[in-house]
């Protein structure tokens, strides 16, 4: 099992911890059970919940079991945290048919095969039947108001114009209530969320302890905003969503393209999986050379949200339109991004075919160079050789006795080259 505490740690997940030392220690030496949960206000995530989510995606890498809580009760409330008025009442309908889309677009990120692995689950079902006044005996005599009162939340709408509703008062209580509920039937011990819900995170944490005598845990993630202080996840036109029938596929790769320069590194940690010493390298890239790494970034957030041939649409579309940041592929990554560029450069070049039977018998390198018109006659290209000015693939041709094989073509492709830009494409017809 990976040290799930270091991955999260190295890539800039954690904010606040219940228990430091205990959660380092469970994640790191024992397969724990975590949640994570979103409210169906919406039929769509946008890319502000997108922190949890890559979370929890770690979280499983590494051998833990991710529950993801969809709020189908609690959706009915509306969370106050931070919120400066109340949110609009949605009907049952509406919010089981939010809960179901973003139960799909979870699905993008982590492995749901197996129950062993990953459980989607909605805290409707189980508070949808609770009673009034058997929760209130039950559950209500754990909470304290004068504590509530203290959350910064609650602080915030309470000082609001608005105020904050008693019903919105109840959504504390709720979402600790979720935690019990979790950790007595499917035995999960941590709960994870961002910045803003640590006061109800550290209310379930205690509950949990009170009602079920065991310990559980909380952990937070920062809240991620911009220079101006704009919270993540909103462009000019607002939220970046992941439906693409709200946000289009190009526009969410062209979100990740325009970041500010100083954000790199900290996004490609935290939305990417690439390796933290790539990370780190291609995010403190000087400028103008720091556009690749934003390249990098866009592509790889829209491939985990969108598939990799949406994202190399989009790469190829915004690359049509501005130019890539890199078009001689000097930076070096180990982004899938690397290979789609190429594929495109290689498309644009002229192309000569090769019969699947001339390259299994093998083709004289020398008759192949004049076929493809990288040399004019069989002298120019046994010159060209000697000279060492012929490459197969990136490979310098050493020899002119060599024979071009079935083996030297990559996916069907091979790319034949005489000097630096008398490039040719050889193709298995």
């Given at each position: 099992?990976?040290?799930?505490?270091?991955?999260?740690?190295?890539?800039?997940?954690?904010?606040?911890?219940?228990?430091?030392?205990?959660?380092?220690?469970?994640?790191?030496?024992?397969r724990?059970?975590?949640?994570?949960?979103?409210?169906?206000?919406?039929?769509?995530?946008?890319?502000?919940?997108?922190?949890?989510v890559?979370?929890?995606?770690?979280?499983?890498?590494?051998?833990?079991?991710?529950?993801?809580?969809?709020?189908?009760?609690?959706?009915?409330?509306?969370?106050?945290?931070?919120?400066?008025?109340?949110?609009?009442?949605?009907?049952?309908e509406?919010?089981?048919?939010?809960?179901?889309?973003?139960?799909?677009?979870?699905?993008r990120?982590?492995?749901?095969?197996?129950?062993d692995?990953?459980?989607?689950?909605?805290?409707?079902?189980?508070?949808?039947?609770?009673?009034?006044?058997?929760?209130?005996?039950?559950?209500?005599?754990?909470?304290?108001?004068?504590?509530?009162?203290?959350?910064?939340?609650?602080?915030?709408?309470?000082?609001?114009?608005?105020?904050?509703?008693?019903?919105?008062?109840?959504?504390?209580?709720?979402?600790?209530?979720?935690?019990?509920?979790?950790?007595?039937?499917?035995?999960?011990?941590?709960?994870?969320?961002?910045?803003?819900?640590?006061?109800?995170?550290?209310?379930?944490?205690?509950?949990?302890?009170?009602?079920?005598?065991?310990?559980?845990?909380?952990a937070?993630?920062?809240?991620?905003?911009?220079?101006?202080?704009?919270k993540?996840?909103?462009?000019?036109?607002?939220?970046?969503?992941?439906?693409?029938?709200?946000?289009?596929?190009?526009?969410?790769?062209?979100?990740?393209?325009?970041?500010?320069?100083?954000?790199?590194?900290?996004?490609?940690?935290?939305?990417?999986?690439?390796?933290?010493?790539?990370?780190?390298?291609?995010?403190?890239?000087?400028?103008?050379?720091?556009?690749?790494?934003?390249?990098?970034?866009?592509?790889?957030?829209?491939?985990?949200?969108?598939?990799?041939?949406?994202?190399?649409?989009?790469?190829?579309?915004?690359?049509?339109?501005?130019?890539?940041?890199?078009?001689?592929?000097?930076?070096?990554?180990?982004?899938?991004?690397?290979?789609?560029?190429s594929?495109?450069?290689?498309?644009?070049?002229?192309?000569?075919?090769?019969?699947?039977?001339?390259?299994?018998?093998?083709?004289?390198?020398?008759?192949?160079?004049?076929?493809a018109?990288?040399?004019?006659?069989?002298?120019?290209?046994?010159?060209?050789?000697?000279?060492?000015?012929?490459?197969?693939?990136?490979?310098?041709?050493?020899?002119?006795?060599?024979?071009?094989?079935?083996?030297?073509?990559?996916?069907?492709?091979?790319?034949?080259?005489?000097?630096?830009?008398?490039?040719?494409?050889?193709?298995?017809?």
């Amino acid at each position: 099992m990976n040290n799930a505490f270091t991955v999260l740690q190295e890539r800039g997940f954690f904010y606040q911890l219940t228990d430091e030392d205990v959660i380092r220690d469970r994640l790191t030496n024992h397969r724990v059970t975590f949640y994570v949960g979103f409210d169906p206000t919406a039929d769509s995530l946008h890319i502000g919940h997108l922190l949890p989510v890559m979370a929890a995606r770690f979280l499983q890498q590494c051998g833990h079991r991710a529950i993801m809580l969809v709020g189908g009760g609690t959706a009915m409330i509306g969370d106050p945290s931070f919120k400066t008025e109340s949110r609009q009442m949605l009907t049952v309908e509406t919010i089981g048919d939010n809960a179901a889309k973003i139960k799909t677009q979870i699905g993008r990120y982590l492995d749901f095969a197996t129950p062993d692995k990953a459980l989607l689950v909605n805290n409707g079902d189980w508070l949808g039947s609770l009673r009034y006044i058997e929760f209130l005996r039950d559950v209500g005599k754990h909470f304290s108001v004068n504590r509530m009162l203290q959350a910064e939340s609650v602080k915030l709408r309470l000082a609001s114009e608005t105020g904050l509703t008693f019903l919105e008062f109840n959504y504390m209580l709720l979402q600790a209530y979720d935690f019990y509920v979790l950790a007595r039937d499917h035995q999960c011990e941590f709960q994870f969320g961002g910045q803003d819900q640590w006061g109800n995170i550290v209310a379930g944490v205690d509950l949990t302890r009170r009602m079920l005598s065991q310990p559980v845990y909380g952990a937070t993630f920062p809240l991620l905003t911009n220079s101006a202080g704009q919270k993540f996840g909103k462009s000019v036109a607002g939220a970046v969503w992941l439906d693409p029938a709200r946000t289009s596929v190009f526009d969410f790769y062209q979100f990740w393209r325009n970041v500010e320069d100083t954000e790199v590194a900290k996004l490609m940690g935290l939305f990417t999986a690439l390796p933290m010493e790539e990370v780190r390298r291609l995010g403190s890239l000087p400028a103008p050379a720091i556009n690749r790494a934003k390249e990098i970034l866009a592509y790889e957030a829209t491939a985990l949200a969108h598939g990799p041939d949406a994202a190399a649409q989009a790469y190829l579309a915004a690359t049509g339109q501005f130019g890539s940041a890199d078009p001689e592929g000097k930076i070096a990554t180990s982004s899938a991004l690397a290979r789609v560029a190429s594929q495109s450069q290689a498309d644009n070049l002229p192309t000569t075919t090769v019969t699947a039977a001339q390259a299994e018998a093998g083709i004289w390198i020398v008759a192949l160079m004049v076929e493809a018109g990288l040399a004019k006659s069989n002298g120019e290209a046994r010159r060209l050789i000697q000279g060492g000015g012929a490459y197969l693939n990136d490979v310098k041709v050493e020899s002119f006795e060599q024979t071009v094989m079935a083996a030297d073509f990559r996916d069907g492709q091979a790319i034949l080259r005489a000097g630096k830009k008398n490039v040719r494409r050889l193709v298995l017809g």
